[in-house]
């Protein structure tokens, strides 16, 4: 098909990217320690670490793990928030040669149980904080190798003790656990800096990160990441940076760029941009653990010039709508890139307003590493699109026989370049599912494209609810709703939330008479993640279904449309 989307490139955008000057994410980030060895990589809660630090620490944990007898391309979870320790966790593992497996700390028991049987991870990384949900399953993985990690541990000797003292007791976040055979991070790294680092055999089309995403057949699928897929998404993000880099309205470029890291590093999202990227651009990025604290946040970004903002529709509205938000250096803010979900146009203009920085919303998926589109980064206004096509990438809108539609109809938004994943992680059928026979993978998303080549997504193809950027598939949480006692049969919707973007909506149709909303949110607590949780529990006598069984979820959305 006709590129058409190339003569619409903001000016100095190449239209590809050679992602073959680097063999591997090691190389990549090893060219990086060395080339900006003295600046400050990371920040987290007033400590920051360099290049250097990074390097070396990395070095001996990466030494550590590979003392314990794990082998090239062996699975290694990490299962942290925002916190020091997951730079250099993400680092040692990939330099070690193994996988990195990232995992959601608000995993349940159930979820976690299955990520690591799934991937076949050997080790984890963990912080105290979620230790108990893996003591509770840890027996039934293959996990043999456990490290214990601390709020504290990086924050030096003083200061790291008194944020322990406080989480542990203070504010209650760290539940009692038993986990006898784990090494605490410390012990780790120290041990490893009397090992030499064997260097790593990972090659340019080997796995580096499983990436998991939810299923519709009820349970998460690891979208299996190459180097090369992310090299190249990481040097798709750095070309499409340039315009708004070298803004001609916004002065010289800062020698280094200021990255706000709100975003959790377990998802693709913050792990390509705010941790590869920066590492690429010789950049900083300021860690949030938990950016749910508004004010917290805010006190946490003082002090720094603010340069890259990249973060999700909820979080720039909390944000912008906080008095304390006018207190923050955001006059040199060169980008703000909105992505994970739909960036509302009142949000985005109120940013505009606060910052003279838009934001520029684009588009992805786990399996695209992450980013496919983007509006141009030097866009003076919110254009309530998806954007282009990044470098070296195709975006093709095809109906259900996976022919191409004239432009301005919608259809599925189909993705070929260098990012698309090599298929889902031991799941042959279901990668089968989602690349077409002329190699472009299938979103699931309805969108339309202009004449320019800008996308608009107006629909989904799947029934997936997207709450704060995170996907949530209605097979899952019907899965678990079913199984509660009392429950004869559900059916999940997304519906429309002010602060979410959508909200999980289940329809329980009672086995039990007298089983009590409050039962089926207790049920809920236990065996799914917050974000999975339904807001809404509405009780029918049935369900609206097709003449072979099989439940309506659009007829219920339908008729909650109406409803509301």
């Given at each position: 098909?006709?590129?058409?989307?190339?003569?619409?490139?903001?000016?100095?955008?190449?239209?590809?990217?050679?992602?073959?000057?680097?063999?591997?994410?090691?190389?990549?980030?090893?060219?990086?320690?060395?080339?900006?060895?003295?600046?400050?990589?990371?920040?987290?809660?007033?400590?920051?670490?360099?290049?250097?630090?990074?390097?070396?620490?990395?070095?001996?944990?990466?030494?550590?793990?590979?003392?314990?007898?794990?082998?090239?391309?062996?699975?290694?979870?990490?299962?942290?928030?925002?916190?020091?320790?997951?730079?250099?966790?993400?680092?040692?593992?990939?330099?070690?040669?193994?996988?990195?497996?990232?995992?959601?700390?608000?995993?349940?028991?159930?979820?976690?149980?299955?990520?690591?049987?799934?991937?076949?991870?050997?080790?984890?990384?963990?912080?105290?904080?979620?230790?108990?949900?893996?003591?509770?399953?840890?027996?039934?993985?293959?996990?043999?190798?456990?490290?214990?990690?601390?709020?504290?541990?990086?924050?030096?000797?003083?200061?790291?003790?008194?944020?322990?003292?406080?989480?542990?007791?203070?504010?209650?976040?760290?539940?009692?656990?038993?986990?006898?055979?784990?090494?605490?991070?410390?012990?780790?790294?120290?041990?490893?800096?009397?090992?030499?680092?064997?260097?790593?055999?990972?090659?340019?089309?080997?796995?580096?990160?499983?990436?998991?995403?939810?299923?519709?057949?009820?349970?998460?699928?690891?979208?299996?990441?190459?180097?090369?897929?992310?090299?190249?998404?990481?040097?798709?993000?750095?070309?499409?940076?340039?315009?708004?880099?070298?803004?001609?309205?916004?002065?010289?470029?800062?020698?280094?760029?200021?990255?706000?890291?709100?975003?959790?590093?377990?998802?693709?999202?913050?792990?390509?941009?705010?941790?590869?990227?920066?590492?690429?651009?010789?950049?900083?990025?300021?860690?949030?653990?938990?950016p749910r604290d508004i004010p917290g946040t805010i006190?946490?970004?003082?002090?720094?010039?603010?340069?890259?903002?990249?973060?999700?529709?909820?979080?720039?509205?909390?944000?912008?709508?906080?008095?304390?938000?006018?207190?923050?250096?955001?006059?040199?803010?060169?980008?703000?890139?909105?992505?994970?979900?739909?960036?509302?146009?009142?949000?985005?203009?109120?940013?505009?307003?606060?910052?003279?920085?838009?934001?520029?919303?684009?588009?992805?998926?786990?399996?695209?590493?992450?980013?496919?589109?983007?509006?141009?980064?030097?866009?003076?206004?919110?254009?309530?699109?998806?954007?282009?096509?990044?470098?070296?990438?195709?975006?093709?809108?095809?109906?259900?026989?996976?022919?191409?539609?004239?432009?301005?109809?919608?259809?599925?938004?189909?993705?070929?370049?260098?990012?698309?994943?090599?298929?889902?992680?031991?799941?042959?059928?279901?990668?089968?599912?989602?690349?077409?026979?002329?190699?472009?993978?299938?979103?699931?998303?309805?969108?339309?494209?202009?004449?320019?080549?800008?996308?608009?997504?107006?629909?989904?193809?799947?029934?997936?609810?997207?709450?704060?950027?995170?996907?949530?598939?209605?097979?899952?949480?019907?899965?678990?709703?079913?199984?509660?006692?009392?429950?004869?049969?559900?059916a999940v919707i997304g519906v429309p939330d002010e602060?979410?973007?959508?909200?999980?909506?289940?329809?329980?149709?009672?086995?039990?008479?007298?089983?009590?909303?409050?039962?089926?949110?207790?049920?809920?607590?236990?065996?799914?993640?917050?974000?999975?949780?339904?807001?809404?529990?509405?009780?029918?006598?049935?369900?609206?279904?097709?003449?072979?069984?099989?439940?309506?979820?659009?007829?219920?959305?339908?008729?909650?449309?109406?409803?509301?």
């Amino acid at each position: 098909m006709e590129k058409i989307w190339l003569q619409h490139y903001p000016k100095g955008v190449p239209a590809t990217i050679d992602n073959s000057q680097y063999a591997s994410i090691v190389q990549l980030i090893e060219e990086s320690f060395q080339k900006y060895a003295s600046r400050p990589a990371f920040t987290c809660m007033g400590k920051a670490i360099s290049y250097a630090e990074v390097d070396a620490l990395s070095r001996a944990f990466g030494a550590y793990l590979q003392s314990l007898g794990l082998q090239q391309g062996d699975r290694v979870a990490i299962m942290m928030p925002n916190v020091l320790q997951y730079p250099v966790a993400v680092a040692a593992v990939l330099r070690a040669g193994f996988v990195a497996v990232n995992v959601n700390p608000l995993y349940t028991p159930r979820e976690l149980e299955h990520q690591l049987k799934d991937s076949g991870s050997k080790a984890i990384i963990i912080l105290e904080n979620f230790a108990a949900t893996l003591q509770q399953v840890v027996e039934k993985t293959p996990v043999k190798h456990i490290v214990l990690a601390t709020m504290g541990d990086m924050l030096g000797f003083l200061k790291g003790a008194i944020v322990n003292y406080v989480v542990r007791n203070k504010k209650k976040l760290v539940p009692p656990f038993s986990l006898p055979n784990a090494v605490k991070w410390n012990d780790a790294v120290a041990k490893g800096k009397g090992i030499a680092l064997s260097p790593s055999k990972a090659k340019f089309d080997d796995p580096a990160v499983l990436q998991y995403t939810g299923g519709t057949t009820g349970v998460s699928k690891g979208a299996t990441l190459l180097h090369r897929n992310i090299i190249s998404n990481v040097l798709q993000s750095e070309a499409w940076m340039q315009p708004a880099v070298n803004h001609p309205k916004k002065g010289p470029p800062p020698e280094q760029m200021n990255t706000v890291c709100a975003l959790p590093l377990y998802h693709i999202f913050a792990f390509t941009i705010c941790y590869l990227l920066v590492l690429r651009t010789g950049g900083q990025s300021i860690l949030i653990p938990n950016p749910r604290d508004i004010p917290g946040t805010i006190k946490a970004l003082k002090g720094f010039e603010l340069h890259f903002f990249p973060a999700v529709n909820t979080l720039y509205n909390a944000l912008v709508n906080d008095p304390g938000f006018a207190e923050l250096s955001v006059k040199n803010l060169r980008v703000s890139n909105g992505g994970g979900m739909a960036v509302q146009k009142a949000v985005a203009d109120k940013w505009l307003a606060a910052t003279g920085c838009p934001i520029v919303e684009g588009y992805g998926l786990s399996e695209t590493s992450p980013s496919a589109t983007c509006n141009p980064t030097d866009s003076d206004a919110y254009s309530g699109t998806i954007g282009l096509p990044l470098p070296s990438t195709e975006i093709a809108i095809r109906d259900d026989d996976n022919n191409p539609v004239k432009l301005g109809e919608p259809g599925e938004i189909c993705i070929k370049g260098p990012q698309v994943m090599a298929g889902y992680w031991q799941r042959p059928d279901e990668t089968a599912k989602v690349f077409s026979a002329d190699g472009f993978f299938k979103s699931g998303d309805i969108g339309v494209m202009d004449a320019r080549g800008y996308v608009k997504i107006v629909d989904r193809k799947k029934d997936m609810v997207l709450v704060s950027g995170f996907n949530v598939y209605p097979n899952e949480v019907e899965d678990v709703v079913a199984s509660c006692p009392g429950v004869m049969e559900c059916a999940v919707i997304g519906v429309p939330d002010e602060k979410s973007g959508e909200a999980v909506k289940v329809f329980v149709v009672k086995k039990d008479p007298n089983l009590t909303e409050q039962q089926v949110r207790d049920y809920c607590e236990k065996n799914l993640a917050g974000y999975k949780k339904p807001k809404y529990i509405v009780f029918r006598a049935d369900l609206p279904k097709t003449p072979v069984g099989k439940i309506l979820r659009r007829e219920l959305r339908d008729m909650d449309k109406k409803a509301a």
